[in-house]
């Protein structure tokens, strides 16, 4: 099965044989693309949507795959148990803090798990906040784009960090590497904010000081080479 781009940037994060929850699974193809190509032993595909579900069910099912994939309607973390044995989780294409709010409401089910593969669509900032404060490091990080939008990619395993506000901001790896695409996000934020600061009513101090703040941080990273 052929992943999208960015799937596809995601799977190669996935340890070869492990069993893996993939929540929110997209119709399952993630997990559908990685047994094929033999990379994972068994997958839990989450969904929390009756939709998207029968799709799933009906992937797995079509591709006879239904011995190495479950597929379970559930919320978050709740699609998998203790018995599954899972060592991975895949939450891939959605915004960071509810990535963050699936994370903290399911704490008690990540006892054991050896990596997290996360691709926030957005607030990767709080993500990374979220990692630091509940005992994840982050081990690689990587930026896309895909049809015209950027998408970045973090990988956590247990352990502690210590992130700087440019580090939770741009990304610690991202930032050591600062590829094109990169580059292109962050000029395209910086005039973003521009247009807001001409736009916020001059008695808005606050607000206007905090934006301020943030395109010369943003500047400043652009500056460096």
């Known amino acids: 099965m052929s992943l999208s781009k960015r799937l596809d940037l995601v799977s190669s994060f996935v340890s070869s044989g492990a069993k893996i929850l993939d929540v929110g699974s997209d119709h399952a193809y993630l997990p559908i693309a990685l047994i094929k190509r033999g990379k994972i032993s068994a997958a839990i595909a989450g969904e929390v949507v009756e939709g998207p579900y029968q799709s799933a069910c009906q992937n797995v099912q079509k591709e006879g795959l239904s011995q190495q994939i479950q597929v379970r309607l559930a919320s978050g973390l709740d699609a998998m148990n203790a018995e599954d044995e899972i060592e991975e989780i895949v939450i891939a294409g959605m915004g960071g803090r509810l990535i963050s709010t699936i994370l903290d409401q399911g704490q008690a089910k990540l006892q054991g798990i050896q990596s997290l593969i996360l691709q926030p669509n957005n607030r990767e900032n709080e993500l990374r906040i979220w990692l630091e404060k509940h005992g994840y490091h982050i081990t690689a990080e990587e930026i896309l784009e895909e049809a015209g939008k950027i998408y970045e990619i ?22 050591k590497n600062r590829s ?11 005039e973003k904010i521009e247009g807001l600061l001409v736009k916020i009513p ?8 905090e934006l301020a703040q943030k395109l010369a941080a943003i500047n400043e990273v652009l500056d460096e080479s």
Request: aromatic share 14%; net charge negative; charged share 35%.
């Open 154 to 175: 973090l990988v956590a395993k247990p352990g502690k960090m210590a992130l700087s506000w440019k580090d939770q901001t741009f990304g610690p790896y991202l930032l």
């Open 180 to 190: 094109e695409v990169f580059y292109k996000k962050w000029l395209k934020e910086a």
């Open 202 to 209: 001059d008695e808005h101090e606050e607000e206007k000081l």
